[in-house]
């Protein structure tokens, strides 16, 4: 196993639509490992595979629910079949654009195909975080991040909010 660098906004990779994986292999597996350990490294919640410079269909969630129930996954070529048309709005970040939080609206539930790291294939019914951090996750597959989920104002105001934090963070 072996922690990845992980990918910031402004990364042409996070802008590019995944492709699709045709054979679910070992080499997918060990991907999938280390994108989990990389993501318990940065202290998130969930992590896709172009966050990590490659262009291909995988995400992995572990979302622990406010009830205590673990959601730990791994998906190949996740696909939303279908979502409620009742939407909330929750505070997101992204590891890719770290130190930032926006106010997103999202349907709260969905239904999600995908296979698993073993081939076989998944129907996940999630709500709440689950639901919202499956949709966050997925989306970074078609190359799009939260930010895009906000009005312009906002989106602005937050990236020159995290531009800052960079800068600072880069200073000696
Ligand atoms: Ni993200």
Redesign the pocket.
């Known amino acids: 196993m072996a922690l990845r660098r992980i990918e910031l906004y402004g990364s042409e990779v996070l802008r590019r639509p995944a492709d699709p994986v045709e054979n679910i292999d070992d080499e997918v597996r060990a991907l999938v490992r280390d994108m989990f350990e990389t993501m318990y490294d940065a202290k998130g919640i ?1 992590l ?1 595979a172009p ?1 990590v410079g490659v262009s291909r269909r995988i995400i992995v969630l572990d979302v622990e629910e406010e009830s205590g129930e673990a959601n730990r996954v791994a998906l190949v070529n996740p696909r939303l079949a279908s979502w409620t048309a009742k939407k909330d709005k929750q505070a997101e970040g ?3 654009i770290p130190g930032v939080e926006g106010i997103v609206q999202r349907p709260v539930s969905v239904v999600v195909d995908a296979r698993d790291p073993e081939g076989r294939g998944v129907r996940l019914e999630a709500e709440g975080l689950f639901a919202r951090a499956l949709q ?2 997925i989306d ?1 597959l078609d190359g799009v ?2 930010v895009d989920r906000l009005s312009p104002l906002k989106r602005q105001l937050l990236l020159k909010k995290w531009r800052k934090l960079q800068a600072e963070a880069a200073e000696p």
């Open positions: 969930g896709a966050q992204c590891l890719s966050h996750e970074h991040l939260f």
